[in-house]
T-cell receptor, first 112, second 115 residues
Framework: AQSVTQLDSHVSVSEGTPVLLRCNYS??????LFWYVQHPNKGLQLLLK??????LVKGINGFEAEFKKSETSFHLTKPSAHMSDAAEYFC??????????FGTGTRLLVSP | GAVVSQHPSWVICKSGTSVKIECRSL??????MFWYRQFPKQSLMLMAT?????????EQGVEKDKFLINHASLTLSTLTVTSAHPEDSSFYIC???????????FGPGTRLLVL
């Protein structure tokens, strides 16, 4: 079965420093992977998606993620954090039956 | 980008009453819509998948008689929580998918509080 594991429940960074949110996946075939962001009391916004094209995926707001099959990872990065990046981030895998399985989420805290 | 709306955004109701939540795709036709539930500080759990014109497929453990889903058109799906109880209080989020695309677009969510 397809699943994702988000290794950190909370990540704290200072504004202007790099962001790294970790995600490992488990899949019996080449998966489709997504990162979504959720701001407080809001719905989810798609940041980026990997669907077996380029392994380095660029998303919105300066985020990017790299698909590494050898490490079964799909970590989300951003070179410089902004205060507005503070939110909950979900790594998500498509099960192949059009169902999405969500990770447990990582809360990103950005301090001035 | 594709926009999905939900109505209402907030609802407070008494125990035993029924509540209907609407999910609309505003600028695309959604052949499939999904309903999720999110408890505080937790991840999203898929409740059911609905395809336009057919019965919804519920995930294991979700009572289909309690959570009635209707997907009568390509732009509208509704979730009705029947005889709501305090334990049904949660954040309900819908998503919609175009037939030819893989990406799901999420609505802003509906917060339900049952007193």
């Amino acid at each position: 079965a397809q699943s994702v594991t988000q290794l950190d429940s909370h990540v704290s960074v200072s504004e202007g420093t790099p962001v790294l949110l970790r995600c490992n996946y488990s899949s019996s075939y080449s998966p489709s992977l997504f990162w979504y962001v959720q701001h407080p009391n809001k719905g989810l916004q798609l940041l980026l998606k990997y669907t077996s094209a380029a392994t380095l995926v660029k998303g919105i707001n300066g985020f990017e993620a790299e698909f590494k099959k050898s490490e079964t990872s799909f970590h989300l990065t951003k070179p410089s954090a902004h205060m507005s990046d503070a939110a909950e981030y979900f790594c998500v895998v498509n099960t192949g039956f059009q169902k999405l399985v969500f990770g447990t989420g990582t809360r990103l805290l950005v301090s001035p | 980008g594709a926009v999905v709306s939900q109505h209402p955004s907030w609802v407070i109701c008494k125990s035993g009453t029924s509540v209907k939540i609407e999910c609309r795709s505003l600028d695309f036709q959604a052949t499939t819509m999904f309903w999720y539930r999110q408890f505080p500080k937790q991840s999203l759990m898929l409740m059911a998948t609905s395809n336009e014109g057919s019965k919804a497929t519920y995930e294991q453990g979700v009572e289909k008689d309690k959570f009635l889903i209707n997907h009568a058109s390509l732009t509208l799906s509704t979730l009705t929580v029947t005889s709501a109880h305090p334990e049904d209080s949660s954040f309900y989020i819908c998503s919609a998918r175009e037939s030819s695309l893989e990406t799901q677009y999420f609505g802003p969510g509906t917060r339900l509080l049952v007193l």
